[in-house]
């Protein structure tokens, strides 16, 4: 039974909310325990958040899921747990949350707030409408970042933003283009409504787009006056190698080795991501923090 709510939460997919720890990380705010507690909170807030979209978003789809290979085996869609049940979770989890959210300031409450009336209007309408649904990841993943930041009063790079912008537009794209994939090796019956709007061709253009911005904007980051006055130094300029290399990687997953529909499960299981996200982290650590 604890098997199948760990499924219902979606517990892998709670590593999306690391983006929150982007400004602790790049304010060298890492080693303030009190800093570090308080974004911890914040990531927690931002899980149990998730969840409650997700459990949402499975009893809305549990007719569409059942079709699924793959998402007929979700708790709901599966009748492992019921719908109702499914309600009063997600009753429970907003309840902590409300709680929960005593501990942080009114900004970050704003938008936790946000987050969720955008993932509700996603999980109802968005996802259905081509390209506000890529935008619509994208915005998440930007609130995480911006709420990382209020959360501990931290001013945050512009050019982290439009890092984060590109980045997370990226994850989606490719994840439409997985799905695209799939939808054409399996049959029309497994496809999201909207991945009739896009193409291969189409999608694969967007990608490229969005790969370059990720990697001009963060390239631009690391040698801004900004970051050099903060850091007291530009070796950032040398994590640049790991971010192209993951860019690089991700695409070749998916383009070549036809992955990338479960985004959490690509980046926690492919080693060569792993080990090149490690050496990211330790690098970039050494570098701020020496």
């Not at 705010?29 to 009190?34: G, I």
């Not at 969840?51 to 793959?70: F, G, K, L, W």
């Not at 989890?93 to 009336?117: E, H, K, Q």
């Not at 996603?122 to 996802?127: G, P």
Request: glycine share 4%; proline share 2%.
């Amino acid at each position: 039974m604890l098997k199948n709510y760990f499924k219902l939460l979606r517990v892998p997919q709670w590593i999306k909310n690391f983006f929150v720890f982007v400004p602790l990380i790049f304010a060298k705010q890492l080693f303030n325990f009190q800093s570090l507690t308080e974004v911890l909170l914040g990531f927690t807030l931002f899980s149990f958040t998730a969840s409650i979209v997700y459990i949402i978003n499975d009893i809305i789809d549990a007719d569409s899921d059942r079709q699924h290979p793959e998402k007929k085996n979700r708790p709901i869609a599966s009748g492992k747990i019921k719908p109702s049940t499914g309600i009063i979770t997600a009753f429970i989890l907003l309840i902590i949350t409300v709680v929960l959210s005593f501990g942080v300031n009114i900004s970050f409450i704003l938008l936790l707030a946000a987050y969720l009336v955008l993932n509700i209007l996603y999980t109802f309408s968005f996802k259905h409408i081509v390209l506000l649904d890529i935008f619509s990841i994208a915005a998440g993943f930007v609130i995480r970042v911006i709420a990382g930041a209020v959360i501990i009063n931290v001013e945050v790079s512009s050019w982290l933003i439009l890092t984060t912008m590109f980045i997370s537009l990226f994850l989606a794209i490719m994840k439409r283009r997985s799905e695209l994939n799939y939808s054409i090796e399996e049959g029309s019956k497994v496809s999201r409504k909207v991945l009739s709007q896009y193409s291969k061709r189409y999608t694969e253009q967007i990608a490229s787009i969005a790969a370059s911005g990720v990697i001009i904007c963060y390239a631009l980051y690391t040698v801004s006056e900004r970051t050099i006055s903060i850091f007291h130094t530009d070796n950032l300029i040398y994590t640049l190698p790991f971010v192209a290399f993951g860019i690089f990687r991700y695409m070749y997953l998916v383009f070549i080795g036809k992955k990338g529909e479960n985004t959490a499960r690509l980046l926690t299981t492919d080693i060569q991501m792993i080990i090149n996200l490690f050496l990211y982290i330790i690098t970039t650590i050494y570098i701020i923090y020496k």
